[in-house]
């Protein structure tokens, strides 16, 4: 057996992310974000992001808050569960700081499948009527074939880096997510590097017994991390579900201008400090 | 006395679109669509199927109803996950009947803005955007939208801006029911406690009211159905849905 060539630790694997790179989020709204990453990248100061996904909220806001993006690309944002908007992406659109593509979700995702299939472009149904095609400067064209219907074209859109969080990883990369995978197999197809941050490290035999199971398989990995809680505050389920208090003590002390509190209560760096 | 609240009057309402037999979707940042879905589960004396964002498809709630309208428990029961993709291509295909999406500004033509309060390029507020709806909303059959706000910001003549167009056949505020007839928004119905002159007041557009009615009153089975959802009234209290202040 030979030693691990994908597993990592969460910070050599934010070290390797240059700044300006583009980065795809797992997940959706409070629900299995790789939210231990995104604060790592935070804590590594990184800069000049671009932040690629349909529906981010805590993810987006907190990395608005501490300066590290540049652009977004987006179909929703909000901090979600009963939040409401989330102010510090709110705040960094208005002033300026950021600038935003808007999309439609399912448009984020067809340019998305275009990077995925190695196209320059893809169809994507409706949009018609909606202004975003306007101030995004996308193009459609007539049907080549004749049926008279025109069709909404979105460029490729592919990202230096997809991350997302997995129920499991084994030690050549393989992840394995339940439930709704969200955006993330477009996501993971898109991106020229596909990083995995993983609640468990599972045997590979385990992956063997299930193998329709597994998201990403390990060929298309570049790094893997084992990261318990690494959706925190948000949910893996079933694994564990919104952690409300966190969330809601995160938008009440970063409506107050700080995240200090918030980084140093999050699991991965209470796990840091010695016993 | 009528036996609504502000909030049941809007999560029944909603309900009542729902027809037998078809496919209705429920999506992020929806919470008083997915009470709504899950009133008519247990009210109705008809089947449907019931898609949402999680990638539920007819999940049966073992527990509380979550906070997020995307919660993983929302696929509890569910024999399936339907996920995002599939819901979309489903919808851009055609097989979508019904879909609930939200909306910060509607015009009488029934055209949502969600992107933004002022100038896209330099918004006086950034609203979240319109999530999926400029795709699914010239795709489905039907979408219904709903508004906790009754007012003339919310229900406008001009939109800031166009997020989506297309097939808005229902709205419902605390105030009245709308229903899109010949291409506008037509009073369908209206709060037994509210006058069409109230309403008229509060909307932005011009609506025709000629075919208004007072909506009749929730059932024994749609209000027993939303408090074994909220026995608590977590949810209403979240939604802190108010009437507008009328003149007296």
Redesign the interface.
Known sequence: MTASEKLTTLEEMVAAIPNGASIGLGG????RGPFAFVRELIRQGKRDLEIIK??PGYDIDILCRAGCVSRVR?????M???FG??GG??KA??S?AVK?E??????L?AGLRAAGAGVPFMP??????????E?SGWKKIADPYGSGEEVWLIPAIRPDFAVIHAHAVDRDGNARVE?????D??MTRAARKVLVTAETLARPESFAERPELTLVPGFMTAAAVHVPQGAWPG?L??VY??N?EAAARYVEESADGSIAEHMAAAPEARQEEPA | MTSYTPFSYVVINLARLIRPSEVTFSG??S?LPMLACLVAKRAYDFNFTWLN???GVDAELAGPV????????L?AGSRS?F???DF??L???GGMDLCFLGASQIDGTG?TN??VIGD????????????????????LKRAATWRTEHSTRTLVDKLF??????NLQSVVTPMCVFDKREGRLAVASYHPDVTLDEIRAATGFETDISQAQPTPEPTEAELAALRSLDPDGTFEA?AAIRMPEVAA
């Open positions: 959706s709204f409070l629900h349909a529906s987006a179909g929703i944002v909000a979600e569960g009963n908007l989330a992406y709110r659109i208005e300026g935003l808007e999309h439609a979700c399912m448009t995702t994507v149904g409706g949009v018609h009527g909606s202004q975003i095609a101030v439930g709704s995978p969200h955006w197999r477009a949910s389920a079933p579900d919104v409300y | 992020v940042n919470t964002v999680a990638g979550p906070l997020s309208s995307g919660d993983a428990a696929t996950i996920a995002n993709e979309y291509d919808c851009t295909r055209a969600n992107s896209w390029d330099t918004p006086k507020v950034r609203l979240p955007g319109g999530g999926g709806s400029a795709v699914m909303m010239p795709t801006f166009q997020t989506a167009k297309g979240d």
